[in-house]
């Protein structure tokens, strides 16, 4: 099983810059890929970004150029740096790690954009 905890998230005015973090525990051994998604109220969820172990990183269309995502291996977290925030962005960010013993997920850190 793997662990994982969001947190970072928080209100911003657009034009803003918010970091969320997601700390993995348990078998992160396992661990393939992480990634972030995001679900909006009504909306299913989407992928925002994703790195592989050997960084590799792919984005949505919408962040790219202003969210980037990174991890720290020895500290066991994945980051998502987002700025120039817009309204649009808004959401429930969602953790994901994909590993050989499944798909597993944070509980998610709420992300408001708004004066």
């Known amino acids: 099983q793997v662990q994982l905890v969001e947190s970072g998230g928080g209100l911003v005015q657009p034009g803003g810059s918010l970091r969320l973090s997601c700390v993995a525990s348990g078998s992160i051994f396992s661990i393939n890929i992480m990634g972030w998604y995001r679900q909006a109220p009504g909306k299913r969820r989407d992928l925002v970004a994703r790195i592989t172990n050997t960084g590799s990183t792919n984005y949505a269309d919408s962040v790219t150029g202003r969210f980037s995502i990174s991890r720290d291996n020895a500290k066991n977290t994945l980051y998502l740096q987002m700025n120039s925030l817009k309204p649009e962005d808004a959401a429930v960010y969602y953790c994901?790690?994909?590993?050989?013993?499944?798909?597993?997920w944070g509980q998610g850190t709420q992300v408001t954009v708004s004066s």
């Open positions: 994901n790690a994909m590993s050989g013993l499944g798909d597993f």
